[in-house]
């Protein structure tokens, strides 16, 4: 799988996603098989304005590459600049967001808003291809509601202005998260446009990743909330891809290590009291299917302090150490 001159090893990638894949997550995942990940959403008028707390959403450690930046924004002047200095931290591509359904960001034309004004969404395309020598690359939704769907117009906008791949979750604004993701959507784009199409949306399986390629012939898929909390994901898709086998899931101590690896990850790129908060939701997803799940999470929501929490997910491993009624198996 090639975007324009980026090799990747396969075609498995980790969505960008505000809050979660932070440096920690995203080394996590290719660790585990990602062979492309994201930064979280980044704001054109935060970087422009030179916004530090803005900027710190750009760093990466070289072994997250290949890594994408992405942006929001609705100007395509400022969505220029802005990734002229994204350009500078030497992410492999620029990612744009036209598919964020989130208030703060529609209600100022970005994101999901660019779906209903598709001549904007390819002025900002064309001018962040012109402003920057590395591939540029969009992310859509199918379209700002049901009765607007606009997904296949708008990636043949993306390509025509240059965009050396495109990302398509296939819901509308409208939908939230809700529903399911409307996969002959990715088909039809996939029709539609020559450079590569990256499927997104509900694969929790790697069999799910099977049908989505087979289904919509895209060229890679795109794990989002599958990958929380299980980020041995991308490696079962991989084989499964490669081989057909389905991968068992870690094992209830093999979970806990992973996460307490993960969490040491955090703290070492963070800090304790980041990666105490940070770590809260991504070790609440490790435990998910573990006994006493819901008492787990609620006392990590709780405790304030490193050491303890270490204890409390220490705990879990004691209990469920080499009890086989644990192991969950991926649906055959
Ligand atoms: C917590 C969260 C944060 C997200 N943040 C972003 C983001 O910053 N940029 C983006 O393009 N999509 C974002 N998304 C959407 C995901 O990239 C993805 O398109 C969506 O979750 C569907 O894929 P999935 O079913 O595999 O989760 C986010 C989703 C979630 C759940």
Redesign the pocket.
């Known amino acids: 799988m090639k975007i324009a001159n980026l090799t990747l090893t396969g075609p498995v990638v980790l ?7 932070d440096s920690a997550f995203r080394l996590m995942a290719v660790r585990y098989g990602a062979c492309l990940v ?1 930064s ?2 980044v704001s054109s008028e935060g970087l422009v304005r030179d916004s530090a707390r803005t900027e710190e959403l750009l760093h990466f450690s070289e072994e997250e590459r290949p890594i994408g930046i ?1 942006l ?1 924004g609705s100007d395509p002047a400022v969505m220029a600049e802005a990734a002229r200095r994204a350009e500078a931290f030497q992410p492999d591509l620029i ?1 744009l ?1 036209f ?2 359904p989130v208030k703060k960001v529609v209600k100022h034309g970005a994101g999901a808003a660019l779906l209903r004004d598709l001549s904007r969404l390819g002025e900002i395309m064309r001018e962040v291809v012109r402003a920057v020598r590395i591939p540029v690359t969009g ?1 859509i939704r199918s379209g700002w509601d049901e009765k607007s769907v606009v997904a296949v117009g708008a990636a043949r906008i993306i390509e025509a202005e240059g965009a050396a791949a495109v ?1 398509v ?1 296939p ?1 509308t604004r409208g939908m939230g ?1 809700a529903g399911r ?1 409307d996969w002959a959507i990715i088909r039809d784009i996939k029709q539609a446009v020559g450079i590569p199409v990256i499927g ?5 399986a790697p069999q799910d990743a099977g049908r989505m390629i087979d289904e919509t012939g895209c060229d890679a898929v ?6 929380m909390g299980r980020p041995w994901i991308f490696g079962q898709i991989r084989r499964f891809l490669g081989t057909g086998e389905v991968l068992p899931d870690p094992s209830p101590e093999e979970r806990i290590r992973i996460c307490l690896t993960h969490y040491d990850l955090a703290v070492r790129k963070m800090g304790e009291r980041r990666a105490l908060k940070e770590m809260r939701k991504h070790a609440a997803a490790y435990v998910k299917c573990l006994p006493g799940a819901a008492e787990i999470r609620r006392r990590l929501f709780q405790l304030d302090d490193f050491g303890e929490v270490r204890r409390l997910l220490e705990r879990v491993d004691e209990r469920t150490h080499g009890d086989p009624r644990f192991w969950k198996h991926p649906d055959p």
């Open positions: 969505a960008p996603m505000a809050g979660v894949a994201y979280e959403l992405q929001f990612d967001n598919g964020c992310k990302a979750h819901r998260y993701a997104n949306g509900d694969i929790v795109m794990i989002g909330r599958g990958a």
